[in-house]
């Protein structure tokens, strides 16, 4: 039977997912808004973090009602993610090395997203599938106008 395939996520793993990645998104934003000196793509960045926030929120609501306990991302990831991040904008932080490094992190999610939904979306909760695919159209809005910065 299909359903039983290894392959297929269940809708809490997915909605775990969706979480996680909107998680570390704001993780990265934070790390990455203090060493933005352009103020066009600031407020870019700060619109985006609201849009993850929101994400967020409407995950967390989903996880309540299924009774479902969402993880916060690994810390030593968290941790990594940070140590990178100044890294990389110590070098270069214009406007052009964010929105490359900002695109990179959105490219990242919109894959992982898009192959849990191609994997699981004929066994997949409607609530749950509408907001994996809210993420998914709100990261590819997100790649569409960081790339006006390049």
């Known amino acids: 039977m299909e ?26 934003i934070s790390d ?3 060493e933005v000196e352009d103020d066009g793509i600031r407020g870019e960045i700060i619109r985006e973090h ?6 967020c929120g409407e995950a ?11 993880k916060e991302p690994n810390p030593m990831k968290k941790a990594m993610m940070w140590t990178a991040i100044k890294m990389d904008t110590a070098k270069d ?16 999610g919109i ?3 898009k192959t849990s939904l191609s994997e699981s979306e004929h066994v997949m909760d ?3 599938k509408k907001l994996l695919c ?17």
């Open 3 to 28: 359903e039983n395939r290894k392959d297929i996520k269940k809708d809490s793993e997915i909605l775990a997912e969706i979480y996680r990645n909107a998680q570390l998104a704001l993780t990265s």
């Open 32 to 34: 990455i808004l203090p």
């Open 50 to 55: 609201e849009e993850y926030e929101r994400i």
């Open 60 to 70: 967390a609501n989903l996880a309540k009602r299924y009774d479902l306990d969402l």
């Open 93 to 108: 932080n214009s406007a052009n090395h964010i929105a490359e490094m900002m695109i990179k992190g959105t490219v990242n």
């Open 111 to 113: 894959t992982c997203l």
């Open 126 to 128: 409607a609530e749950v």
């Open 134 to 150: 809210d993420l998914i159209a709100v990261e590819e809005s997100f790649e569409t106008k960081l790339k006006a910065y390049l």
